[in-house]
């Protein structure tokens, strides 16, 4: 299995980006009125529409600093009012088949769901359009009729959804390696190479997400008073649990399967080298004497008396005296096992 077959096939399926697809691209900002709330979705913001929205709504200056930021490590900051999440999620397509992260950043009020991202997160999007548009319009009702807090919980959902379907490609991918390092016509260092750093990028998503979450749940009944949604987060938790478990054993499998890799490729190249050796073991008598009727001395043979045995004696001495101890070595070795029959 290639490095390229490895990318195409984890990052297949749904999540696969078709390139004419150019609305994920672009700078848009979706507005979606619920019953006593907002929700307002900025794909690809400038800062400008950033900091528009922290003026109304009294963000922190350093929360908006931290969703403009490409790259800012997962957090949870709780205020009186409000709480600032930043998350990250598996991209749609990898480059150079070495999984990023894509950043979520949400400011979550009672009266306001704020989401801040690049436009590659294609579960949001997709819930973006269903409540903007009447694509699904019971799903619509359902969210935008209740509150922040079941928003959030389905916004969360969606993309950890998205998250285990990524993993199940990996599982996938890992039985496909499997296969392959017990086969002696393929070399699967590089195949192995590539998935281990998938897998330790997917972990460094996973890991902080469960924190998040958690964190995120226990703060949200401020804001969604009257609603109980203690179990529809510890489900989300579970699946989040899931997928740490899944990648935990992933990663351990990763490594059977290198150390399994390196003992057959060492057992393969000292079987190589082995059989070189006895090659040239079983050559020594005849270089030895090839070496000695190759120099400029007088030799038994060489000074063209041919002997009893007609012109070709001594060329016939010299392929007996080479045959007779490489076929003793080679009798001996058999013997000692280094040759199998």
């Not at 697809?21 to 619920?34: C, F, I, S, W, Y």
């Not at 907002?38 to 800062?47: G, S, Y």
């Not at 600032?84 to 009020?109: D, R, T, W, Y």
């Not at 192995?192 to 998938?198: G, M």
């Amino acid at each position: 299995m290639s490095r390229s077959s490895i990318a195409k096939r984890l990052w297949s399926g749904r999540r696969r980006r078709p390139r004419d697809d150019a609305a994920l691209d672009e700078r848009k900002v979706e507005r979606m009125d619920g019953r006593g709330f907002v929700w307002i979705d900025l794909q690809n913001p400038d800062r400008e529409n950033v900091e528009r929205l922290a003026a109304e709504y009294g963000f922190n200056a350093l929360n908006v600093e931290d969703c403009l930021t490409k790259f800012e490590l997962p957090k949870l900051d709780a205020y009186s009012d409000h709480m600032f999440l930043i998350l990250h999620f598996p991209p749609i397509v990898a480059k150079e088949a070495i999984p990023k992260h894509n950043q979520l950043s949400i400011f979550v009020g009672r009266g306001f769901l704020i989401t801040v991202h690049q436009g590659n997160l294609k579960p949001l999007v997709d819930l973006v359009r269903a409540c903007k548009g009447g694509i699904d319009p019971e799903r619509r009702d359902r969210l935008m009729s209740s509150s922040t807090a079941v928003l959030l919980h389905e916004i969360i959902d969606v993309l950890v959804d998205d998250l285990l379907h990524t993993l199940r490609r990996v599982m996938a991918n890992l039985d496909d390696i499997e296969d392959d390092v017990f086969d002696e016509s393929k070399s699967v260092a590089k195949d192995i190479h590539v998935l281990r750093r998938e897998i330790t990028v997917l972990r460094r998503i996973a890991s902080p997400l469960k924190r998040i979450v958690l964190g995120a749940a226990k703060n949200i009944a401020s804001y969604s008073p009257g609603e109980d949604l203690t179990l529809h987060f510890d489900d989300v938790i579970d699946h989040i649990d899931k997928a740490i478990d899944t990648l935990e054993e992933s990663k351990e499998t990763m490594e059977i399967y290198k150390d399994t890799d390196f003992v057959l490729s060492t057992e393969k190249a000292s079987k190589v080298l082995a059989v070189l050796t006895i090659i040239f073991t079983l050559a020594i008598p005849a270089t030895v004497i090839g070496t000695f009727y190759g120099m400029n001395v007088s030799l038994p043979g060489g000074s063209g008396d041919s002997g009893g045995g007609g012109p070709h004696t001594t060329f016939l001495l010299v392929i007996v005296a080479s045959v007779v101890p490489a076929g003793i070595m080679y009798l001996y070795f058999r013997r000692l096992g280094w040759i199998s029959g």
